[in-house]
């Protein structure tokens, strides 16, 4: 089966600057990348995905790039803010069943 | 248009007792699945239901089960408790059913089982 292995497990980042969140993923038959923003007490929550055919998706300050030869894709966050403070996942997708990565604890100081 | 609704958001019950956890897709999202969210594990797979029969299963015992019901709604039971079921179990809902790309899945906030 699916195999996501997601790097770091914790960052901390200086408000302002940017953060890289890195994931692998064993099947190349995978074809759908969503990453998922999850506070404490609440379920995740989408906010960016990419499909296979696909190299690079950008929403405001929100990027997800894909290599598929690689099998590698990743997130970043650009002018990162204190509510970006959360705990991220990365998924790649086989037949609908979502393989998460084991989660990243994002800390933006001010 | 209202989100996934998971009731109860907490549950107490002890070793070897059963629970069943709900679930109410948005509306006009047929597909529903389940994952089991613990500190060790992650967040992992359970089953997802789509137009009231399970068309896929992650690795988990029998003692896991659901159902979906016509309207999607959707029920998971977990029977004979034990003390490592104590978990997050979230649900999440897609408008299309179908094992392709472009199904999103929505979360809920999720259930929070504690076994005592």
């Known amino acids: 089966g699916e195999n996501v292995e997601q790097h770091p497990s914790t960052l901390s980042v200086q408000e302002g600057d940017s953060a890289v969140i890195k994931c692998t993923y064993s099947d190349s038959a995978s074809n759908y990348f969503p990453w998922y923003k999850q506070e404490l007490g609440k379920g995740p929550q989408l906010i960016i995905d990419i499909r296979s055919n696909v190299g690079e998706k950008k929403d405001q300050r929100i990027a997800v790039t894909l290599n598929k030869t690689a099998k590698h894709f990743s997130l970043h966050i650009t002018e990162t803010q204190p509510e970006d403070s959360a705990v991220y996942f990365c998924a790649a997708s086989l037949w609908g069943k979502l393989q998460f990565g084991a989660g990243t604890q994002v800390v933006v100081t001010p | 248009k209202a989100g996934v609704t998971q009731t109860p958001r907490y549950l107490i019950k002890t070793r070897g007792q059963q629970v069943t956890l709900s679930c109410s897709p948005i509306?006009?999202?047929?597909?529903v699945s389940w994952y089991q969210q613990t500190p060790g594990q992650g967040l992992q797979f359970l089953f997802e239901y789509f137009s009231e029969t399970q068309r896929n299963k992650g690795n988990f015992p029998g003692r896991f089960s659901g159902r979906q019901f016509s309207n999607s709604r959707s029920e998971m039971n977990v029977s004979t408790l034990e003390l490592g079921d104590s978990a997050l179990y979230l649900c999440a809902s897609s408008l299309v059913g179908q094992p392709l790309a472009k199904n999103i899945q929505y979360f809920g906030a999720g259930t929070r089982l504690s076994v005592l």
């Open positions: 509306s006009g999202h047929r597909s």
